[in-house]
Protein backbone atom coordinates (compact mmCIF):
# COMPACT_ATOMS: atom_id res chain seq x y z
CA UNK A 1 0.00 0.00 0.00
CA UNK A 2 1.36 3.72 -1.05
CA UNK A 3 1.75 5.73 2.16
CA UNK A 4 2.44 9.29 1.46
CA UNK A 5 3.98 11.50 4.13
CA UNK A 6 4.89 15.62 4.01
CA UNK A 7 6.55 17.30 6.21
CA UNK A 8 6.13 20.24 7.60
CA UNK A 9 2.50 19.83 8.26
CA UNK A 10 2.48 23.90 8.79
CA UNK A 11 5.09 26.34 7.99
CA UNK A 12 5.09 29.74 8.44
CA UNK A 13 7.38 31.88 6.93
CA UNK A 14 8.37 35.55 6.07
CA UNK A 15 8.38 37.06 2.92
CA UNK A 16 11.57 37.23 0.83
CA UNK A 17 13.10 33.68 2.36
CA UNK A 18 13.53 30.29 0.93
CA UNK A 19 12.12 27.13 2.45
CA UNK A 20 11.85 23.72 1.38
CA UNK A 21 8.44 21.05 1.36
CA UNK A 22 9.29 17.58 1.71
CA UNK A 23 7.44 14.74 0.32
CA UNK A 24 8.01 10.80 1.03
CA UNK A 25 6.17 8.06 -0.41
CA UNK A 26 6.44 4.51 0.45
CA UNK A 27 6.63 2.48 -2.15
CA UNK A 28 7.72 2.77 -5.96
CA UNK A 29 5.67 5.55 -7.71
CA UNK A 30 6.36 6.57 -11.22
CA UNK A 31 4.51 9.82 -11.30
CA UNK A 32 4.33 12.47 -8.31
CA UNK A 33 1.95 15.60 -8.89
CA UNK A 34 2.27 18.98 -6.43
CA UNK A 35 -1.23 20.44 -5.96
CA UNK A 36 -2.03 24.04 -4.78
CA UNK A 37 -5.07 24.68 -2.72
CA UNK A 38 -6.90 27.63 -0.86
CA UNK A 39 -9.26 28.03 1.58
CA UNK A 40 -12.77 26.73 0.72
CA UNK A 41 -11.25 26.19 -3.05
CA UNK A 42 -10.63 23.40 -5.27
CA UNK A 43 -7.18 22.22 -6.24
CA UNK A 44 -5.24 23.80 -8.48
CA UNK A 45 -2.53 21.34 -10.36
CA UNK A 46 1.23 22.57 -9.76
CA UNK A 47 3.72 19.97 -11.27
CA UNK A 48 3.36 17.00 -12.45
CA UNK A 49 6.93 14.88 -12.00
CA UNK A 50 7.25 11.47 -14.10
CA UNK A 51 11.00 10.23 -13.75
CA UNK A 52 13.76 10.40 -11.77
CA UNK A 53 15.43 13.33 -11.60
CA UNK A 54 13.07 15.47 -13.00
CA UNK A 55 12.56 19.14 -12.01
CA UNK A 56 10.24 22.36 -12.79
CA UNK A 57 9.98 25.39 -12.13
CA UNK A 58 6.99 27.73 -12.33
CA UNK A 59 8.07 31.43 -10.60
CA UNK A 60 8.72 31.35 -7.12
CA UNK A 61 8.16 27.62 -6.68
CA UNK A 62 10.17 24.47 -8.10
CA UNK A 63 9.92 20.97 -7.50
CA UNK A 64 11.83 17.75 -8.25
CA UNK A 65 11.87 14.24 -8.03
CA UNK A 66 14.26 11.55 -7.06
CA UNK A 67 12.35 8.29 -7.48
CA UNK A 68 15.63 6.15 -5.39
CA UNK A 69 15.17 8.01 -2.40
CA UNK A 70 11.23 8.13 -3.19
CA UNK A 71 11.41 11.69 -2.45
CA UNK A 72 9.49 15.03 -4.06
CA UNK A 73 10.46 18.63 -3.07
CA UNK A 74 8.73 21.87 -3.21
CA UNK A 75 11.35 24.74 -3.05
CA UNK A 76 9.65 27.91 -2.56
CA UNK A 77 12.18 30.77 -3.54
CA UNK A 78 11.77 34.56 -2.21
CA UNK A 79 8.19 33.64 -0.62
CA UNK A 80 5.06 36.59 -0.54
CA UNK A 81 1.97 36.98 0.86
CA UNK A 82 0.00 35.19 -1.89
CA UNK A 83 2.30 31.83 -1.61
CA UNK A 84 -0.01 31.57 1.68
CA UNK A 85 -2.28 27.82 0.60
CA UNK A 86 -2.14 24.38 1.60
CA UNK A 87 0.35 22.39 -0.70
CA UNK A 88 0.02 18.60 -1.12
CA UNK A 89 1.95 16.55 -3.04
CA UNK A 90 0.57 12.84 -4.25
CA UNK A 91 2.28 9.69 -5.87
CA UNK A 92 0.03 7.43 -7.98
CA UNK A 93 0.94 3.47 -7.93
CA UNK A 94 3.19 1.92 -10.68
CA UNK A 95 1.01 -0.77 -11.29
CA UNK A 96 -3.04 0.56 -10.88
CA UNK A 97 -4.95 3.61 -10.99
CA UNK A 98 -4.77 4.49 -7.54
CA UNK A 99 -3.29 8.30 -6.60
CA UNK A 100 -2.60 8.68 -2.87
CA UNK A 101 -2.08 11.99 -1.21
CA UNK A 102 0.00 13.52 1.69
CA UNK A 103 -1.58 15.44 4.82
CA UNK A 104 -1.22 18.98 3.38
CA UNK A 105 1.14 21.63 4.47
CA UNK A 106 -0.49 24.79 5.30
CA UNK A 107 1.76 27.51 4.15
CA UNK A 108 1.85 31.14 5.47
CA UNK A 109 3.92 33.66 4.31
CA UNK A 110 4.24 36.72 6.82
CA UNK A 111 5.27 40.56 5.34
CA UNK B 1 -14.77 24.76 -21.12
CA UNK B 2 -16.28 23.88 -18.28
CA UNK B 3 -13.73 21.08 -17.35
CA UNK B 4 -14.76 19.26 -14.18
CA UNK B 5 -18.24 20.03 -12.73
CA UNK B 6 -20.41 18.82 -9.66
CA UNK B 7 -23.21 19.51 -8.53
CA UNK B 8 -24.54 19.81 -5.74
CA UNK B 9 -22.15 22.54 -4.36
CA UNK B 10 -24.15 22.42 -0.78
CA UNK B 11 -26.39 19.89 0.81
CA UNK B 12 -27.60 18.99 4.23
CA UNK B 13 -28.51 15.21 4.61
CA UNK B 14 -30.42 13.52 7.55
CA UNK B 15 -28.87 10.19 9.11
CA UNK B 16 -30.42 7.52 6.53
CA UNK B 17 -31.66 9.26 3.54
CA UNK B 18 -29.79 8.34 -0.13
CA UNK B 19 -28.75 11.22 -2.01
CA UNK B 20 -25.98 11.39 -5.66
CA UNK B 21 -23.46 13.57 -6.24
CA UNK B 22 -23.25 14.65 -9.92
CA UNK B 23 -20.02 14.60 -11.72
CA UNK B 24 -19.21 15.67 -15.37
CA UNK B 25 -16.68 16.72 -17.37
CA UNK B 26 -16.28 17.44 -20.95
CA UNK B 27 -12.52 17.16 -21.83
CA UNK B 28 -13.31 13.21 -23.25
CA UNK B 29 -10.92 11.83 -20.31
CA UNK B 30 -11.09 8.21 -19.26
CA UNK B 31 -9.94 8.24 -16.16
CA UNK B 32 -12.36 9.83 -13.14
CA UNK B 33 -12.42 9.51 -9.33
CA UNK B 34 -13.76 10.50 -6.32
CA UNK B 35 -12.25 11.94 -3.41
CA UNK B 36 -13.35 12.77 -0.02
CA UNK B 37 -11.01 15.70 2.32
CA UNK B 38 -11.33 15.94 5.78
CA UNK B 39 -9.28 17.98 8.26
CA UNK B 40 -6.08 17.01 8.36
CA UNK B 41 -6.28 13.95 6.61
CA UNK B 42 -5.93 15.42 2.93
CA UNK B 43 -7.93 13.73 0.09
CA UNK B 44 -8.63 9.78 0.40
CA UNK B 45 -9.67 8.28 -2.92
CA UNK B 46 -13.15 6.67 -2.65
CA UNK B 47 -13.61 4.79 -6.14
CA UNK B 48 -12.04 5.35 -9.63
CA UNK B 49 -12.58 4.82 -12.82
CA UNK B 50 -10.64 4.11 -16.38
CA UNK B 51 -12.87 4.29 -18.92
CA UNK B 52 -17.12 3.89 -19.20
CA UNK B 53 -18.20 0.27 -17.38
CA UNK B 54 -14.99 0.37 -15.45
CA UNK B 55 -14.89 0.82 -12.11
CA UNK B 56 -12.94 0.32 -8.85
CA UNK B 57 -12.47 1.30 -5.29
CA UNK B 58 -10.15 2.90 -3.84
CA UNK B 59 -9.31 3.54 -0.01
CA UNK B 60 -12.33 4.43 1.54
CA UNK B 61 -15.30 2.75 -0.48
CA UNK B 62 -17.73 1.43 2.14
CA UNK B 63 -20.77 3.45 2.34
CA UNK B 64 -20.76 4.52 -1.43
CA UNK B 65 -21.43 3.36 -5.33
CA UNK B 66 -20.13 4.45 -8.21
CA UNK B 67 -21.08 4.00 -12.08
CA UNK B 68 -19.88 4.79 -15.30
CA UNK B 69 -22.35 4.49 -17.61
CA UNK B 70 -21.04 7.77 -20.30
CA UNK B 71 -17.07 9.04 -20.50
CA UNK B 72 -18.69 12.09 -19.03
CA UNK B 73 -20.54 11.41 -16.21
CA UNK B 74 -19.36 9.72 -12.98
CA UNK B 75 -21.88 9.95 -10.06
CA UNK B 76 -21.23 9.46 -6.18
CA UNK B 77 -24.13 7.45 -4.64
CA UNK B 78 -24.35 7.63 -1.02
CA UNK B 79 -26.95 4.89 0.29
CA UNK B 80 -27.94 5.47 3.62
CA UNK B 81 -25.93 9.04 4.85
CA UNK B 82 -24.12 8.55 8.42
CA UNK B 83 -22.51 11.38 10.19
CA UNK B 84 -19.07 10.04 9.60
CA UNK B 85 -19.81 11.31 5.66
CA UNK B 86 -19.91 14.21 6.61
CA UNK B 87 -16.62 16.20 4.21
CA UNK B 88 -15.94 17.92 1.02
CA UNK B 89 -16.45 15.88 -2.03
CA UNK B 90 -14.05 16.51 -4.81
CA UNK B 91 -14.21 14.76 -8.02
CA UNK B 92 -11.39 14.52 -10.49
CA UNK B 93 -10.62 13.43 -14.38
CA UNK B 94 -7.39 12.59 -16.28
CA UNK B 95 -7.47 11.45 -20.09
CA UNK B 96 -5.58 8.77 -18.48
CA UNK B 97 -3.37 7.76 -15.57
CA UNK B 98 -0.07 7.91 -17.07
CA UNK B 99 1.35 11.06 -15.89
CA UNK B 100 -1.24 13.69 -17.45
CA UNK B 101 -2.71 16.45 -15.57
CA UNK B 102 -5.53 15.57 -13.43
CA UNK B 103 -8.47 18.25 -12.81
CA UNK B 104 -10.24 18.54 -9.67
CA UNK B 105 -13.72 19.99 -9.61
CA UNK B 106 -14.86 22.51 -7.40
CA UNK B 107 -16.17 20.04 -4.54
CA UNK B 108 -19.53 19.12 -2.97
CA UNK B 109 -19.81 20.01 0.83
CA UNK B 110 -22.11 17.79 2.65
CA UNK B 111 -23.40 17.96 5.92
CA UNK B 112 -24.85 14.81 7.66
CA UNK B 113 -27.14 15.59 10.51
Known amino acids: ELKVEQNPLFLSMQEGKNYTIYCNYS?????LYWYRQDPGKSLESLFV?????AVKQEGRLMASLDTKARLSTLHITAAVHDLSATYFCAAGETSGSRLTFGEGTQLTVNP | NAGVTQTPKFQVLKTGQSMTLQCAQDMNHEYMSWYRQDPGMGLRLIHYSVGAGITDQGEVPNGYNVSRSTTEDFPLRLLSAAPSQTSVYFC????????????FGEGSWLTVV
Open chain 2, 92 to 103: ASSYDFSGNTIY
Open chain 1, 49 to 53: LLSNG
Open chain 1, 27 to 31: TTSDR
